[in-house]
C-alpha cells in the first residue's frame, strides 16, 4: 500500500507570493492532518480535516488555509509568504478508527526569500 | 491546554548499549495516547511505538519498551541494544482521546538528537 504522498518535495517562494502545498493520504484513509516544523517553534499542529470539513485548527493566522476533497486529498495554502513560513510542512493521514495512528508524509521543505 | 517536555534535547549512547529517552506531559484528560515518533536525516517521520493510558501495561516493540508512569505525567522511551540506524530525532507526542472525530491532533514535545556512537 503506497504512503502518505506530498508535492512538492521542495519550493522556493519569494516574500509576498502565495504557495499551495499538496498531500495525498493512504487509500482508505480518511483525516488528514498538517504541521508545521521549524527549529525554533519545533512541530506545530496546522489543522485537520475530515470528511471534507476542517475539525481542527491550530493557532496561525489567516494567511493560512486549507480544504479536503472528496477523495481524501488535501491542499493547505499559505498566502502573502512570509520569511518566517519557511519550515518543513509536513501531512499525516490516518484511519480515524481506535488508535487513529497518523502515518507521515516525507513534507515539503518551502523557503521564503 | 496539554503540553509535553522533553528535557535532553542531546544524547548519546554507545553501540549495543542502551538508552533512555524522557518524557513527560501534562494534561487534564484521563484518557489519551501517547506516541514516540523517530525523525532520521531524511525527515521522515516514523511511528516507534505508542501507548493507551487506560492501559497499565508498558508497551514494547522489539528493542524499544516505553515507561509509562500516568500519575507522573510520565513517558520515557528505552532503547536496547542501540544501532547506528536509531540515530535520529526523537519526539514525543501526545493525543486525546475524547473523540476519533476531529480530534487527531498530537501535541509534540520538542524532541531529543540522540547520536550512536560506533
Known amino acids: 500500500k503506497a504512503g502518505v504522498t506530498q508535492t512538492p518535495r521542495y519550493l522556493i517562494k519569494t516574500r509576498g507570493q502565495q504557495v499551495t502545498l499538496s498531500c495525498s493520504p493512504i487509500?482508505?484513509?480518511?483525516?488528514v492532518s498538517w504541521y508545521q516544523q521549524t527549529p525554533g517553534q519545533g512541530l506545530q499542529f496546522l489543522f485537520e480535516?475530515?470528511?471534507?470539513?476542517?475539525?481542527n485548527k491550530g493557532n496561525f493566522p489567516g494567511r493560512f488555509s486549507g480544504r479536503q476533497f472528496s477523495n481524501s486529498r488535501s491542499e493547505m495554502n499559505v498566502s502573502t509568504l512570509e520569511l518566517g513560513d519557511s519550515a518543513l510542512y509536513l501531512c499525516?493521514?490516518?484511519?480515524?478508527?481506535?488508535?487513529?495512528?497518523?502515518?507521515f508524509g516525507p513534507g515539503t521543505r518551502l523557503t521564503v526569500l | 491546554a496539554q503540553t509535553v517536555t522533553q528535557s535532553q534535547p542531546e544524547m548519546s549512547v554507545q553501540e549495543a548499549e542502551t538508552v533512555t529517552l524522557s518524557c513527560t506531559y501534562d494534561?487534564?484528560?484521563?484518557?489519551?495516547?501517547l506516541f514516540w515518533y523517530k525523525q532520521p536525516p531524511s525527515r521522515q517521520m516514523i511511528l516507534v511505538i505508542r501507548?493507551?493510558?487506560?492501559?497499565?501495561q508498558n508497551a514494547t516493540e522489539n528493542r524499544f519498551s516505553v515507561n509509562f508512569q500516568k500519575a507522573a505525567k510520565s513517558f520515557s522511551l528505552k532503547i536496547s541494544d542501540s544501532q547506528l540506524g536509531d540515530a535520529a530525532m526523537y519526539f514525543c507526542?501526545?493525543?486525546?482521546?475524547?473523540?476519533?472525530?476531529?480530534?487527531?491532533?498530537?501535541?509534540f514535545g520538542t524532541g531529543t538528537r540522540l547520536t550512536i556512537i560506533p
Open positions: 499525516a493521514s490516518s484511519l480515524i478508527t481506535g488508535f487513529g495512528e497518523q502515518f
Open positions: 487509500s482508505g484513509h480518511r483525516s
Open positions: 480535516y475530515f470528511s471534507e470539513t476542517q475539525r
Open positions: 494534561t487534564s484528560e484521563s484518557d489519551y495516547y
Open positions: 501507548q493507551e493510558a487506560y492501559k497499565q
Open positions: 507526542a501526545y493525543r486525546s482521546a475524547q473523540s476519533n472525530f476531529g480530534n487527531e491532533k498530537l501535541t
